[in-house]
């Protein structure tokens, strides 16, 4: 076994215990101890994988070349596990009351072994099960509360376009194996840079699947339809793996086909990148404004950041390859926290619209500030994280010579202050209907994680050196 694959067999053999585990345990211990036992074996996890960042990855091809480690994978890796650990933390408390803990953190554990899978694949069918991997994992995570209407309508839905996204990704795969007689990533791209089956009409078609397939994934314009509800009914720890985990999972996938596999292609799909990438900001800003239930914000929210990510697609330069990688580094650090504040805030006080964040500060001042500082940098304020990466994706579109694109990120951050600072205000300045409101204990869970994104998203802003040199060592293998 190569070691850097050590991480991903850690997780999995937490993941076959957990609920071996869960059964053999007591009714009232059995949430802290699988609780803790995930803890323990994504820290571990993650430990490893940082060890391996520091220590410098060799690229190598395993297993009859269907796996590749490099330094893209390991980046992703890193991405993946600490989601996947915030939302374990959050969850010891917010999943306290629930009946099937033994369940939700096994499936956690094989989501986030879909995720990992997904970056690690060299081969399209290996993608594709990873993929599957993972959204059979989360499907089940979303319907865990079976007596709420929401949570099973939300599972419902998030079945049925995902279901949808593997069929067109697999379809283009049997089509792009016809024109090039492989799956294999890299064979792919040695093939159509020889010229072999670039200009075939089924290979055109392979793309428009693709996009289809991957923009589900991603949920980008037109294929978000499915993100408010399920992102609402889930509950509201899962939708934050969902947003910055296994979404992010559909950035590394979309990468490792465009970037590599079709990059010969490129003239065929950055245009179409370009147009959803302006469709998909606009949208999300314009429709999160008019929201009154947070959830339902943060879930158009995640649809226009997006959008930005997809400006780095659309670019086809090293500049915008940087800041694709950059921004889903800030952008799966800030959701999660976001998403976590939300939970907070409707498990402890039972807040979910804006008028119910009215003081909201005086009752969780901890948590309103993380949430404060997240909002700000979802913005692009600076000096927090959110900034750096919009620049860098704004600044690629003006070198490729997609001003309006630009231009229309500019305008739709400046946009999204909007509804960003309605919230802040409710939290800060409002005072809440019912006087007399007392202050609610802050779980040390909760307030861990609430520390650790914000400490990231202040240092990645303030200092970010320390993540461009990780991104540059990360797209060192990707040939533009």
Partial sequence: MDFAFLPIVIIIVFALVTPILSYLTQRRFKGKIVACWSIIGLTSSLIITLWEAWAGVETRFLYGNIIVVDSFSIFFSIIFITVATLVAIASYEYMSRDSNQGEYYTLLLLA???????????????????????????????????????????????FIVSALASAL??????????????????????ALS???????PITFLAVVLFIAGIGLEMAVVP????IPDTYEGAPTTVTALLAGGSKMAG???????????????????SIIFALLALFTMTLGNVA?????????????SSIAQAGYILIGLATVNSTGLTGYLM???????MTSAAFLAAALAAHSVSAYTLDDYSGLSKRLPITSFAFTM???????????????????????????????????????????????????????????????????????????????????????????????????????????
Avoid at 223 to 226: K, V
Avoid at 291 to 298: D, E, G, V, Y
Avoid at 441 to 450: A, G, H, L, N
């Fill in 112 to 158: 986030t072994t879909g995720m990992m899978f997904a970056a690690f694949a060299s081969d399209l069918l290996v993608l594709y099960l990873a993929l599957q991997l993972m959204s059979f994992s989360t499907y089940i995570m979303v319907s865990l509360r079976k007596k709420d209407p929401r949570s099973n309508e939300a599972a419902v839905k998030y």
């Fill in 169 to 190: 990704i697999l379809y283009a795969i049997s089509l792009i194996f016809g024109a090039v007689g492989s799956i294999n990533i890299y064979t792919i791209a040695t």
């Fill in 194 to 200: 020889s010229g072999k089956s670039s200009s075939q």
């Fill in 223 to 226: 294929f978000h339809m499915w």
């Fill in 251 to 269: 950035f590394a996938a979309g990468l490792r086909i465009f970037f590599v596999a079709l990059i010969m292609l490129k003239s065929s799909w």
């Fill in 288 to 300: 999160a404004l008019a929201q009154t239930r947070i959830a339902r914000m943060l879930a158009y």
């Fill in 327 to 333: 921004q889903i580094l800030n952008y799966s650090i």
């Fill in 374 to 480: 997240t909002l700000f940098s979802l913005a692009g304020i600076p000096p927090l994280c959110g900034f750096i990466g919009k620049l860098i994706l704004f600044t690629s579109a003006l070198q490729t010579n997609l001003w309006w694109l630009a231009l229309a990120g500019v305008l739709n951050s400046a946009f999204s202050l909007g509804y960003y600072i309605r919230v802040i205000k409710r939290m800060y300045i409002d005072s809440p209907k019912v006087a007399g409101l007392r202050k609610v204990s802050e779980p040390i869970q909760f307030k861990i994680v609430f520390i650790v994104t914000t400490f990231l998203i202040l240092l990645l802003g303030i200092y970010p050196t320390i993540a461009l040199n990780f991104v540059n060592v990360a797209i060192s293998n990707i040939k533009l």
